[in-house]
């Protein structure tokens, strides 16, 4: 029995979600996405066997505090180059949104790159998408069971040997190999490689567009980087309208091929909408058609508000593209990265931190002299072994007593204590702190050297 008054409608609060399959569409910008899926994929499955200098060639050994890029050792105290590569990819996205829009949510992003795979894998075993939207309406069957079995089969292990991939940046992707084929990795190798897989199972076997409508906060505060001269997928409504064939129509046939290739399922004759990542597939299906009934193509394109609005040629509207808030943009983004390769390049290859010891402040010992005890952090942050040589400046008499020669391999630190003493007679040194420098330089380079300062206390 049905209480509610006449009138009243019942509406449930959340849309249940109906499947989307898009139809696969060739054409400049579909060349564009697969390029950039081959290119980030051979990136990050090949680079994890690559080997340099006898070890892995990028490899984040968080166990040891050792980052590896090539020829480049990153140690924790090098955690200002970590900041700089973000604000760099932040400034980036921030660029590229300005004058082209999504850009990285239609090409590079690791979401639209897997959904574009997992989807190739989806047609090449189910069919088209007409054939994949019969399959879902079909009655449960053998061959529809098979069907889907040999998907998910595939989607699983494409997912686990990404997830075995990612670890294998943190664990030596060697070692760990060994440990899978003898079924002896251990935990945290085990759950990462099936947390790793399962979120890219389910993100782009199952997930897919909702992911970037309702999961991504980029979608929600990228308009606050779009102004009328942000170029956009725009479809041409004055050329376009009224949709439909013969005398009075305008170009739009409305066979929305532009909604059935989108991965977000949105018409983008409506206008520019949130859920837009900027992939371009409806420009190659549009284009298609309109070679078909031979109409210029460009009725769906990438174009600008004031470029619609006031008819801009393209040279103009790339004119415009060059304005104040890209230059600077581009600006502060060329000068951060200079600036970070210059570190780079001119870092010394050494890093010593001193600690006194602040036990015994200071102490007498034999012939009058005033001791002060440190424990030096000597990192050889090359990889190549190399000798070196401490010494102790700033007050007349200091000398250190202990190792002051030492011998480090490549990649390689040591916790050295020494004592610094001090002859205090005949009042050449008055009491009170005093700053003094330890001079740390390798053996067969003068160039690797370190001044590294710190305090001497006389009593």
């Known amino acids: 029995m049905n209480d509610a008054p006449a009138g009243l409608v019942e509406q449930s609060l959340y849309e249940v979600r109906k499947a989307i399959h898009p139809r696969a569409v060739h054409g400049w910008f579909a060349a564009w996405r697969w390029a950039l899926v081959w290119a980030t994929q051979l990136v990050f499955y090949g680079m994890a066997w690559l080997q340099w200098n006898d070890r892995q060639a990028v490899l984040f050994d968080i166990v040891h505090r050792k980052f590896y890029i090539f020829g480049l050792v990153f140690w924790p105290q090098d955690i200002i180059y970590l900041t700089v590569l973000l604000i760099i990819s932040a400034l980036s996205l921030f660029l590229f949104t300005a004058i082209a829009g999504r850009l990285w949510c239609g090409f590079a992003c690791p ?51 990404t997830g075995f991939t990612f670890v294998g940046y943190v664990t030596p992707v060697r070692e760990l190999w060994g440990e899978v084929l003898t079924l002896s990795t251990g935990p945290w190798e085990t759950f990462w490689i099936l947390f790793y897989g ?18 991504c906060p980029y979608a929600r505060f990228q308009s606050a980087m779009f102004d009328k001269d942000t170029m956009i997928i725009t479809y041409d409504r004055e050329r376009g309208e009224p949709r439909g064939k013969g005398p009075g129509a305008g170009h739009c046939v409305d066979c929305s091929i532009c909604v059935q290739v989108c991965p977000t399922g949105i018409d983008i004759r409506n206008g520019l909408q949130y859920e837009c990542i900027g992939c371009a597939a409806c420009i190659d299906g549009c284009d298609q058609v309109m070679e078909k009934v031979g109409t210029p193509k460009g009725l769906i394109r990438y174009s600008t508000t004031h470029a619609l609005e006031q008819k801009f040629t393209r040279a103009q509207m790339f004119k415009r593209a060059f304005r104040p808030r890209v230059l600077l943009y581009g600006a502060v983004l060329g000068g951060i990265v200079a600036a970070a390769g210059a570190s780079l390049w001119l870092r010394v290859p050494l890093k010593v931190d001193v600690m006194r010891d602040r036990a015994a402040i200071a102490r007498e010992v034999a012939g009058g002299d005033i001791e002060n005890v440190y424990q030096l952090q000597i990192i050889n942050i090359s990889e190549r072994k190399r000798v070196f040589d401490i010494e102790a400046v700033g007050l007349p008499t200091i000398h250190l007593d202990g190792e002051t020669h030492i011998e480090l391999p490549g990649a390689d630190s040591r916790l050295l204590p020494l004592r610094a003493r001090v002859h205090v007679g005949s009042g050449a040194v008055a009491p009170g702190m005093h700053r003094i420098e330890f001079l740390v330089h390798a053996h067969d380079d003068p160039a690797v050297f370190v001044r590294a300062a710190s305090v001497f206390v006389v009593r």
């Open 198 to 215: 399962f979120a890219t199972y389910g993100n782009a076997g199952w997930m897919r567009e909702q992911v970037c409508k309702y999961m």
């Open 111 to 161: 979401q639209t790159v897997y959904t574009e795979i997992f989807l190739w894998i989806e047609q090449k075993i189910e069919g088209d998408r007409a054939a994949r939207m019969r399959l879902d309406a079909a009655p449960i069957s053998a061959r529809k069971i098979g069907l889907r079995a040999a998907k998910h089969g595939v989607w699983i292990a494409l997912a686990l040997w």
